[in-house]
């Protein structure tokens, strides 16, 4: 017995370390395959398939139960992919026909192709069982689950068979999709696998379980048969129709107009983007999920506009994406009205350069001009950002980053200080070959009119990761006149450490798959005021992950905060607010528990209570998903926050509600409906958007938005949207 365990560990050994080396060949043919979800050409036979994945769940030590198996051919125009997938049946899960759906939860694969060698960027194809697809981009080495980028679309092709126990998928994607360099014969590749009829998940090349599945520091190669020639990208122009028919309610004012305008995309030298936009609308985005805020500070919200999509990274990623980031491509498009409140500010039009110069070096210009808006004080503005990223040592880079907002003509009710305002920024992040560390350090320094000192940001982070733990230290500096006009910077005036500590325990056998225990002390403190202690929270955490995929939580938050201003944390109209210059320390907890997503129904619930400033804070959120696969999901959120403060200050119960129902009819007819209530922004609104893409990436849509005034359930403001797009390849 002691003898077959040294053996199983060393054929795991050599596993394990046989695992960076893996590669599989591309066969060139000079003939066309048909896409039918059927390899009968002779050409699959010839092709020696990429397969022996490897479990990453529920363990990360053995090969997986169902395997799957990935052939590539290409000829001068095309890659082909041939893929079959083992399954124990046809009892797959397939929420919807939505294209780009989420992987959690379903059967899929999904494909990731590091085409520059650099492990920092990839382009990502999926598939479910029954062939809907999904194409998404992926920055900064795959760290964090918001490196992904699902709205960016490109054309490509695909068909699936399910058979008893498989079911095989047939690839046709254009080399035009991808950006490489001309005479490449290597990508680095990797693949993972979701079944839900075994619970597991599986990886091509071996990834710990520290790490994300879609990490790009694990990867094995793609070989070409030969050199990969110029691709030969088309001309893409995608122009638009949109006819707007809205309502004012408050003023009594009705408008109808017509809406041309569009897109045009160009690739330069197989590896560049220009992307130009004339008249842009983005009317067809779904609309924000509210938030309920209990905070003194703005919350950010996630770009969905197309145009600002691909190769964001180079703009986005640079500072503190919570503290101090410099540029938040949502400020463009948005701007202050003369109450103070934001309103839509027309986009004019723009560029955006972007992409890999060589190898090693990425490069990012975008300029944006907005219109004037004289009755509401808002001056025509450029909008522009410069950004280059060199990439050092295995997998990190060095970047540089220059931002200039600037209007372009004067206006008498223009303040000097507004005339423009630049920032000026070096950023390096570090990940290691295998990502065990990791890290980011950086200086910005912002340039405005009558100031010349004290407009710096700068931080960092360095994290170890490990099986058994992952330790961070990191803090950010944001000193008082930093300005970032086209950034989110929360607040300025601070000085931040935010060091985590936690420990993994990977029980054997138990119904838990991992759990652990986690220490994140926050402290601010504010320069100004000779380093006065302004904030702190200790959170102390317990975390488990079940074999079964579902989650559970414990928290609890020790706080204190001292009031530099009045605040109402309830929001409440002409209530007294706690006093400013107080002291307040309080201690809340916090549950929550998310069930197994594969269920029919799946659920998430997230009691908290405690105190609160000078008070207590009693919170539900909960959430409910339907799925009558494939044609139906719906889902409800509700947010519960009920405040009691001492006399003389308010008390408030708030609520937020959520409603989405999304029917897929076919592949190419959608119907989403999303309805939100919120009592704190005293709105009851409606977003409902029939979809029919009635050829690749081209689509008519049907868009009806509606506010309510909710103390008299009185209408607001409702539009009406009939919108055509198509895309043009010349």
């Not at 981009?137 to 689950?145: A, E, H």
């Not at 070989?223 to 122009?237: A, M, R, T």
């Not at 004012?248 to 045009?264: E, H, P, R, V």
């Amino acid at each position: 017995m002691k003898n077959s365990s040294i053996f199983v560990f060393f054929i795991c050994f050599c596993a394990f370390s046989q695992e960076p080396n893996k590669s599989t060949l591309v066969k060139y043919i000079d003939k066309e395959i048909i896409i039918d979800g059927v390899l009968d050409e002779p050409y699959w036979s010839e092709v020696t398939p990429a397969t022996n994945f490897f479990q990453y769940f529920p363990t990360d030590t053995t090969q997986a139960k169902r395997q799957a198996k990935i052939k590539f051919m290409f000829d001068d125009k095309n890659l082909y992919v041939g893929i079959k997938v083992e399954a124990k049946g046809k009892d797959f899960i397939v929420p919807s026909l939505r294209r780009d759906f989420r992987a959690g939860g379903s059967d899929n694969i999904t494909l990731l192709f590091d085409t520059f060698n650099d492990g920092t960027n990839a382009f990502i194809f999926g598939s479910n069982p029954y062939g809907v697809r999904r194409e998404m981009l992926l920055s900064g080495g795959g760290n964090d689950i918001r490196n992904f980028n699902g709205a960016w679309d490109t054309k490509w092709f695909g068909k699936s068979v399910i058979h008893n126990n498989h079911y095989v998928l047939e690839w046709k994607i254009p080399l035009s999709a991808f950006k490489y360099r001309q005479g490449e014969t290597k990508w680095r590749f990797n693949s993972y696998h979701f079944d839900t009829q075994d619970n597991e998940q599986s990886t091509w090349v071996h990834i710990p379980q520290n790490q994300y599945i879609f990490n790009l520091a694990f990867m094995g190669d793609m070989i070409f048969e030969k050199p990969l020639g110029k691709s030969k990208s088309p001309i893409s122009i995608i122009p638009f129709m949109n006819t707007i028919t809205s309502k004012d309610f408050k003023n009594n004012q009705t408008d109808s107009n017509l809406k041309i305008g569009g897109d045009a995309k160009l690739t330069i030298a197989n590896s560049m983007n220009l992307d130009l936009t004339l008249n842009p609308d983005f009317s067809q985005v779904e609309v924000d999920r509210q938030v309920t805020n209990l905070t003194r500070f703005e919350v950010g919200l996630p770009e969905r506009r197309q145009f600002f999509i691909e190769n964001s990274d180079l703009f986005s990623d640079f500072g503190d994406q919570r503290d101090a980031n410099p540029f938040f491509s949502r400020r463009i498009g948005i701007a202050k009205d003369t109450n103070n409140n934001n309103i839509e500010n027309r986009i004019i039009a723009g560029v955006r350069l972007s992409g890999k110069v060589n190898n090693n070096l990425r490069l990012g210009i975008l300029s944006m001009q907005t219109d004037e808006d004289i009755a509401n004080e808002i001056p025509t503005v450029n909008n522009s950002v410069v950004s280059i990223q060199q990439k050092v040592f295995s997998r990190s880079n060095i970047s540089m980053l220059f931002i200039n907002k600037q209007n372009t003509k004067d206006y008498d009710f223009l303040n000097d200080k507004d005339r423009y305002n630049r920032v000026l920024g070096v950023d390096y992040s570090l990940a290691s070959k295998d990502n065990t560390w990791s890290g980011k350090y950086f200086l910005h320094k912002s340039f405005s009119p009558g100031i010349n000192s004290n407009d710096y940001s700068a931080g960092f982070r360095t994290e170890f990761n490990n099986r058994l733990l992952n330790i961070r230290l990191s803090g950010v500096f944001v000193a008082e006149d930093f300005k970032s006009d086209l950034g989110f910077v929360r607040r300025t005036d601070i000085l931040k450490m935010n060091p985590s500590f936690e420990l993994r325990f990977w029980p054997k056998n138990k119904a838990i798959q991992r759990h652990s225990f986690s220490v994140i002390p926050i402290s601010i403190w504010r320069p100004k005021l000779n380093y006065e202690n302004s904030d702190y929270t200790i959170i102390t955490r317990w975390e488990g992950n079940f074999k079964n995929n579902s989650e559970i939580r414990l928290a609890m938050f020790n706080r204190f905060t001292r009031l530099y201003n009045d605040f109402d944390p309830t929001g409440t109209e002409n209530a007294i607010p706690l006093p400013a210059n107080q002291n307040y320390y309080y201690t809340s907890f916090d549950a929550s528990f998310r069930s197994d997503q594969r269920k029919k129904i799946s659920y998430r619930i997230n009691p908290s209570f405690g105190e609160f400033y000078n008070g207590t804070k009693y919170s539900l959120e909960t959430s409910l998903t339907v799925r009558l696969q494939p044609y139906f999901l719906g889902s409800i959120q509700m947010n519960y926050d009920k405040i009691e403060l001492p006399d003389p200050y308010p008390d408030t119960s708030i609520w937020l509600i959520g409603p989405r129902l999304d029917v897929t009819f076919t592949k190419n007819i959608f119907w989403a409906t999303f309805l939100q209530y919120s009592n704190q922004r005293e709105n009851f609104s409606i977003n409902t958007r029939l979809q029919w893409r009635v050829a690749p990436l081209s689509d008519l849509f049907l868009v009806y938005n509606d506010n309510y005034a909710t103390d008299i359930f009185s209408p607001k403001y409702r539009t009406f949207n009939l919108k055509f797009t198509y895309w043009l390849s010349i």
